[in-house]
C-alpha cells in the first residue's frame, strides 16, 4: 500500500475535509479527493461518507485511521530529527484560552525551551474552546487546552484540572454590603450592585449563579471586556462584582485589593481538558508536553 496514500487518507480523516486537508498537505483538493478513491479502490471499501460539510468516516476508515496513524507519525517523527539533534528541535503548537494558557500551560511548557537539552520550540494561539478543538482537528495544533470535552474518535482528551471559581469585588462593595447579608439574603444581597464580565450574557456570573444560588443574576453588565485579567484588574479598581479563578485572583485576594462576597460549601468548579488528535502521543514532542502539562496541573490544585 503507498505511504503517500495513507498520508493523505490520514490527514483527511483527521481534518474532516477534503478542503482542509489539501490545504494541511499543500495539495489541490482534487489530487486529495483522486488519493482517496484510489485507496478505496485498492480496499475494495468506503472509507469516508460525503456529506454537505466535509466527510465522516466508515468504521472501515475509523479502524484504518486507528492502525495506520501512529506509525505514519513515527515515520514523521524520523523523517523530520536531523541525526545531530535527535528529536530535539521539535515545534509544538499549543492552543487554549487566554488567561488558563498565559497564567498556567506557558510558564509550565517554556521549561522544555530552555538549553537543558530539550530544545522544544512553542508557538501558542488563544481562541475559544470550538476554536482550539477545531484548530486541533485541522492539524493547526499539536494540544489544545479546552473547558469543553471533544466528541468522536477523531481526538482524545484527557482531564487536566479544575478550576474554583469565586465571587470577588473591591472592598468598598463588601462593606455596603454588610457582614453575613449573603448568608440571610441571598442573591437579593446583591442586587443592583455592578458586574463585571467577560460577555454580555455573564457566562461567569450566571454559572455561579445557577450553581450556589439556584437562581439567575438580576443585575446586567456594566463593564464587558473579553478577557478575564481585564475583568479582574476592573474589579480591583471599584468597576463592580465579578467571578474569576481562584488561581487568577489568589494575588489580589491576598493584597487585600478584593475580597471574597461569598464563601459557599462547595464552590463552582470548571473542568480543563487536554486534546490531542488520536494517535498524535505517538510523536515524542508532543507526549513530552502533554506528560508536562500534567505533571505541572498536579501543583495547581
Known sequence: MDLALLRTFVTVHRAGSFTRAAALLGLSQPAVTSQIRTLERQLGRPLFLRQARGVTPTTIGDELAHKAAPHLDALVEIAESSPDDGASSRTLHLSGPPEFTAERALPALTELTGDDGQGLALRATFGTAEEALEGLAAGHHDLAISTARPRGALLTATPLCDEEHVLVAAPRWAERI???????????????????????????VSRYWASVFDSRPAASGTVIVPDLRAVLSCAISGAGLAVLPRYLSASALGRGEITTLYDPAVPPLRTYFLAVRTGALAMPHIARAHEWLQRAAYGWG
Open 178 to 204: 454588610g457582614p453575613g447579608a449573603l448568608g440571610l439574603k441571598g442573591a437579593a444581597a446583591l442586587e443592583g450592585l455592578p458586574v463585571v464580565e467577560v460577555h454580555e450574557s455573564l457566562p461567569f
